[in-house]
């Protein structure tokens, strides 16, 4: 032990006298500089200049990491993009801060448009995150709470006990709209979110287990969710957040897409970036969808830059309260689970 303190205190008295050396021979090559200056001649005679240190003498490290991950990003998406396995944008922030955004590829490419920052693409789940915003607004403004019962505004539903947080942590125990949409209702015509109501309420298919008892990710819940927006807002959900998210924040590329007062399916959607896929070697973009209709699981389109803007937003607390916020970051189902062997509830009183 005092072996090691001593060699301790012997190094540090070293890197001291090191720096002292390091600090006098810069003060010394400053000097000289200073003292030696630059000499030319002005009328014939010795004139002497004093040396002066340029601006570049300090460095901003961050800056040059910035760099240094933007030249990174930059080369691996181009190559990306050079094999054919990505096509689209890119927007990376650290700390609030972007560090890199661009585009890579085409927006249409039959016509070879190139993508822009502003390109808008839709976000499929992705957008489940601005129904859950839009019920912690109305949250916020006392319209509802996580713990109401989801007949409190929609009182038809035929469900019973199951309630707004139930639908948020996909805990509500509620079968898929979509398949009971595909074996009831015509796929040439759209269908929306009050007609998925009716569709449950008419046909009552079996939960697959009572709520809170279990965790299923399922549209259903999301969907429900955008229909309770509407009932307490009394406005189209697209229209409640477009006034009350996609405004305030001014994401002016986003919106969400809908089917409303159409009678039946577009062979192409006109918004946003088309999706596409393989058939055989070509290309073919993707034509609308009847369940397109439906809002809330689904359906946003947004550009990156709106999506940071969102995340600010978020972050910042300046969309929805930090408190709102820690809440819906609670964990919404226990660590483990171990299903519980219990009849499934009647679906009627």
């Not at 006109?270 to 609308?288: A, M, Q, T």
Request: charged fraction near 25%.
């Amino acid at each position: 032990m005092l072996l090691t303190g001593f060699v301790f205190l012997t190094i540090r008295e070293i890197v001291k006298k090191i720096n002292i050396i390091i600090l006098l021979g810069i003060v010394i090559v400053v000097s000289v500089f200073s003292i030696a200056g630059r000499k030319t001649t002005v009328n014939n005679e010795l004139v002497h200049t004093p040396f002066v240190a340029g601006e570049n003498i300090f460095y901003d490290v961050g800056e040059i990491l910035a760099d240094q991950k933007s030249s990174n990003l930059d080369s691996r998406f181009n190559n990306l993009n050079k094999k054919g396995v990505f096509n689209g944008t890119i927007l990376y922030a650290e700390n609030g801060e972007t560090i890199f955004k661009n585009a890579y590829g085409y927006e249409d490419f039959r016509q070879k448009d190139s993508l822009q920052l502003n390109s808008t693409f839709q976000l499929a789940s992705v957008s489940k995150m601005f129904t859950a915003a839009a019920i912690m607004l109305l949250k916020e403004k006392s319209k509802l709470q996580f713990d109401d019962t989801i007949t409190k505004f929609i009182p038809e539903f035929p469900y019973y006990g199951i309630t707004i947080r139930q639908l948020l942590t996909h805990r509500s125990g509620l079968s898929r709209y979509m398949s009971l949409a595909d074996k009831y209702w015509d796929v040439n015509k759209p269908i929306n979110n009050e007609e998925v109501i009716d569709l449950f309420v008419k046909y009552k298919p079996d939960p697959y287990f009572k709520p809170n008892d279990g965790f299923h990710y399922c549209n259903t819940n999301y969907a429900l969710l955008a229909s309770v927006v509407e009932r307490v807002s009394g406005k189209p959900f697209d229209v409640f957040v477009k006034e009350h998210i996609f405004g305030p924040l001014k994401m002016n590329d986003s919106f969400v897409y809908n089917l409303r007062d159409k009678e039946d399916i577009n062979s192409s959607i006109h918004v946003g970036v088309p999706g596409y896929r393989y058939r055989r070697w070509r290309l073919v973009e993707v034509g609308d969808y009847y369940l397109n209709g439906v809002m809330g699981d689904k359906g946003v389109y947004a550009s990156v830059e709106d999506l940071f803007k969102f995340n600010l937003a978020l972050d910042n607390g300046t969309l929805v309260t930090v408190s709102t916020l820690e809440e819906a970051f609670t964990r919404g189902s226990a660590k483990y689970y171990k299903r519980k062997k219990s009849p499934v509830p009647p679906t009627i009183k």
